[in-house]
């Protein structure tokens, strides 16, 4: 098996026929293909739906409860037998003929194919905003961070991925000094249901799962480096009014509020610079983690 189509699916029930036909008519024309269906504790009987029309392509995963996509994906990917991964929605809003140009793309060298949406489509606002900031923060190229994706198996178990990062596989993979590409693709209107995983409480979610992700790249990688440079400078900067309040007092120019500040910028300085010895020692455990498992 070359190609492991994943499909997380949650309360998708009124899908899945017309997901299996779809795949049916694709399936002929893509014999080294396979699909996993990952059932993300749907209440509906999606699984059960996906069981009644059985295939020799497909296979159905269970999550006892709903775990999210991102773990969903992480499931399929350990039970696939193909090399590289597809990352497909259950909602029949992009076309599985897609799926191959993508996976040309890793034929040709990339380690991650992602899409880029094309057409319009609910909060296309919102993900304009939030893939802008991300390319900005990330210094990526591509346009679309959370659409369908071909990637190598071996992305997938090396990137570290918690609840929700799966719309940060690209700027994982890409710190991890894996080769990103991107392709238009297209995107389909939803014809039946409502979607599951993008509720607008998720976008706050989302916003802090950006900076968190930021957070992981960059402080995690040297937290002495940053909150220490912190830490001097707020310090150095406490020493330096304590001077000029000291000068000023005994010209008779005494004024509390810069004690205050004194103690503030000196406190938070120390409080810094002890983050960042913490930082450090959570980084040295974080790589002894990493060596063990390699």
Avoid: C
């Amino acid at each position: 098996m070359k190609v492991s189509v994943v499909v997380p699916a949650y309360n998708e029930a009124v899908n899945m026929p017309l997901l299996i036909e779809e795949f049916d008519a694709f399936i002929k024309k893509h014999k080294n293909y396979e699909v996993v269906l990952v059932d993300d504790g749907s209440l509906d009987g999606t699984a059960d739906i996906a069981e009644e029309h059985k295939r020799t392509y497909l296979r159905v995963v269970r999550h006892r409860t709903n775990l999210g996509k991102t773990q969903a994906i992480i499931s399929g990917t350990k039970v696939a037998h193909g090399d590289i991964i597809v990352i497909f929605d259950a909602d029949l809003q992009y076309d599985p003929y897609d799926i191959p140009r993508l996976v040309e793309l890793i034929e040709h060298g990339a380690d991650v194919a992602t899409g880029w949406k094309q057409g319009t489509y609910e909060k296309k606002f919102v993900s304009d905003v939030y893939n802008s900031w991300a390319r900005r923060l990330f210094n990526l190229s591509v346009h679309d961070l959370n659409a369908i994706k071909a990637l190598k198996k071996e992305v997938i178990t090396t990137v570290p991925l918690r609840k929700d990062w799966h719309r940060y596989i690209v700027p994982l993979a890409k710190e991890a000094g894996f080769k990103v590409a991107e392709l238009k693709v297209t995107l389909r209107p939803r014809r039946y249901g409502a979607p599951k995983y993008q509720q607008k409480s998720r976008i706050l979610i989302g916003l802090f799962d950006l900076l968190a992700v930021k957070f992981q790249l960059t402080f995690m990688q040297k937290p002495l480096l940053y909150f220490g440079t912190i830490g001097l400078i707020a310090i150095a900067a406490g020493i330096f009014v304590g001077i000029i309040a000291i000068i000023l007092r005994l010209f008779g120019y005494g004024f509390r509020p810069l004690l205050y500040l004194v103690i503030l910028l000196i406190i938070s300085g120390i409080l810094f610079f002890s983050l960042a010895l913490i930082g450090e020692s959570i980084r040295a455990i974080l790589d002894r983690l990493e060596k063990r498992e390699s």
